[in-house]
């Protein structure tokens, strides 16, 4: 398997302007999470689902931020409008049960700044 | 909820010196993890154990349920592992959830 896939690995956006993030789960894997590291903060849980289902979104800052899973394979994170602090690393991970426990396995991440 | 504590926050150390890093939680759970940042990079988990020892080459992770405590060693460092190391563990129990140290930014110096 190719890992969790993330797109893009970049981004560099103007304030108010939306931004999507991707995420491409492990196949077989029936957990995805998203996460934003910061220096300030370090890492974060911002939102994750089971089997496609948002089971806690607590760690989402505002309403400017969205997820979604349509499907077993895919996942967005969207930020509509962008703000300077905003500007981050997101990560995705997926996991699944393993010996009584969950191994999360992280994409690349995605480096945003937003001007 | 979970609380991970880490120490050191930082570590710089000679090529060659055995590094140790330390994680305590505070709620019972069923294993705890370690993951790896190298420099803008990605994360990497190296290991998820739940009781007595494993090891990956020059790296060692021990676990102490009862005590609650966790440590990650590396013998014979090599700048090659100057990287962050992160401890993390469920927020309670077998949780999916994880809660995260703060990392233990480490440097190895030739």
């Known amino acids: 398997d190719a890992g969790v896939i993330q797109s893009p690995r970049h981004e560099v956006t103007e304030m108010g302007q939306e931004v999507t993030l991707r995420c491409k789960p492990i196949?077989?894997?029936?957990?995805l999470f998203w996460y934003r590291q910061t220096m300030m903060r370090g890492l974060e849980l911002l939102i994750y689902?089971?089997?496609?289902?948002?089971?806690?979104d607590s760690g989402m800052p505002e309403d400017r931020f969205s997820a979604k899973m349509p499907n077993a394979s895919f996942s967005t994170l969207k930020i509509q409008p962008s703000e300077p602090r905003d500007s981050a690393v997101y990560f995705c991970?997926?996991?699944?049960?393993?010996?009584?426990?969950?191994?999360?396995?992280f994409g690349p991440g995605t480096r945003l700044t937003v001007t | 909820k979970n609380e991970v504590e880490q120490s050191p926050q930082n570590l710089t150390a000679q090529e060659g010196e055995f590094i140790t890093i330390n994680c305590s939680y505070s709620v019972g759970i069923s294993a705890l993890h370690w993951l790896q940042q190298h420099p803008g990079g990605g994360i990497v988990s190296l290991f998820m154990l739940s009781s007595g020892k494993k090891k990956h080459g020059r790296l060692i992770a021990t676990i102490n349920i009862q005590e609650k405590h966790s440590s990650l060693h590396i013998t014979a460092s090599h700048p090659r592992d100057s990287a962050v190391y992160i401890c993390a563990a469920p927020t309670q129990g077998g949780s999916e959830k994880l809660v995260f140290g703060k990392g233990t930014k480490l440097t190895v110096n030739p």
């Open positions: 689902f089971n089997n496609n289902v948002p089971i806690d």
């Open positions: 196949s077989g894997h029936d957990y």
């Open positions: 991970a997926s996991s699944f049960l393993t010996s009584g426990s969950y191994e999360q396995y």
